[in-house]
C-alpha cells in the first residue's frame, strides 16, 4: 500500500464515526489522472482510498478523518455522508469490467476496514445508493453478487413479495426520499443492473427480499 496523502479533508462533524463505506468509480481515463484530482486542493474531492486497475492501493486519507467524496445525499436517515462514512475510489471509466487484481485488493481491504471499524455487510453502499438523483457509481459492471458472497455487502438468496409497495421495500433498505424514477434506477444499478422500463414485479420481489435483510 502507497502512501499519497490529499490535502482535501476535515474533522468528522459531531464526533461521527465510520457507519458506512461508499464504493466510488473514478469516471477518469487513468487512475494517475484520478489520483492527481483527488490530491488537487482546487478540486475538493477526496476518498480514503484508491485502487489502481492492477490492484495498486494507495491511501489518500487517514481514516479517523472527513474525506469528501459523497457529497449531497443520506442514507438510512444519516446525512453529512462524509462524515459517517469512508470512500473507496475504483479506478475505473464506469464503461469496463473491473479487472479481477482490482477487485481483489478491494476485497482485502474491505474486509479489513470492516474489521476496524465494526461495519456490517449492508453498510457497505453504491454512491448512487445515496445519492440516486444525481450519481451512478460504481454502476452497472461492478459485481455486487461477488461481494456478497465474499461476506463483504449483501444479496437475498431468494425473492420476496412483488405485492409489497416498491417506495416501502426501499424506504426500509436506506435509500433517500427522492423521485420514484431516480430510486427505480440506482436500485436497479446495484440489484437489477440490465433491467429496464417502467417498474415490474420483479423489481418489487427483489427490494422486498434486500429490505429483509437490512431488517436484521
Known amino acids: 500500500m502507497i502512501g499519497f ?13 465510520p457507519r458506512l463505506i461508499v464504493l466510488h468509480y473514478t469516471a477518469m481515463p487513468t487512475c494517475a489522472e484520478a489520483r492527481a484530482r483527488l ?32 457529497g449531497a445525499g443520506s442514507w438510512a436517515g444519516m446525512d453529512d455522508i462524509n462524515s459517517h462514512s469512508l470512500g473507496i475510489e475504483l479506478a475505473n471509466t464506469g464503461f469496463h469490467p473491473f479487472p479481477e487484481p482490482q477487485m481483489v485488493a478491494l476485497e482485502s481491504l474491505l474486509r479489513a476496514m470492516m474489521q476496524r471499524w465494526s461495519i456490517a455487510p449492508r ?43 416498491l417506495a ?10 427522492v423521485d420514484a424514477n431516480s430510486l427505480l434506477a440506482a436500485f436497479r444499478l446495484r440489484f437489477r443492473p440490465y ?14 427480499a434486500v429490505a429483509s435483510l437490512f431488517a436484521r
Open 123 to 165: 453498510g457497505v453502499i453504491a454512491h448512487s445508493d445515496m445519492a440516486p438523483d444525481r450519481k451512478g457509481d460504481p454502476g452497472a459492471r461492478f459485481d455486487w453478487r461477488r461481494l456478497a458472497r465474499a461476506g463483504l455487502s449483501v444479496w437475498p438468496q431468494s425473492d420476496g413479495d412483488e405485492n409489497r409497495p
Open 195 to 208: 433491467a429496464t422500463g417502467p417498474e415490474t414485479a420483479s423489481d418489487r420481489a427483489m427490494a422486498d
Open 168 to 177: 416501502s421495500s426501499l424506504a426500509q433498505i436506506g435509500y433517500p426520499a
Open 39 to 70: 490530491c488537487a486542493l482546487q478540486h475538493e474531492v477526496s476518498a480514503h482510498w484508491l485502487i489502481a486497475e492492477n490492484g495498486q492501493t494507495e491511501q489518500l486519507v487517514d481514516e479517523t478523518m472527513r474525506a469528501w467524496h459523497a
Open 5 to 17: 496523502p490529499s490535502p482535501n479533508f476535515g474533522e468528522r462533524r459531531r464526533w461521527a464515526t
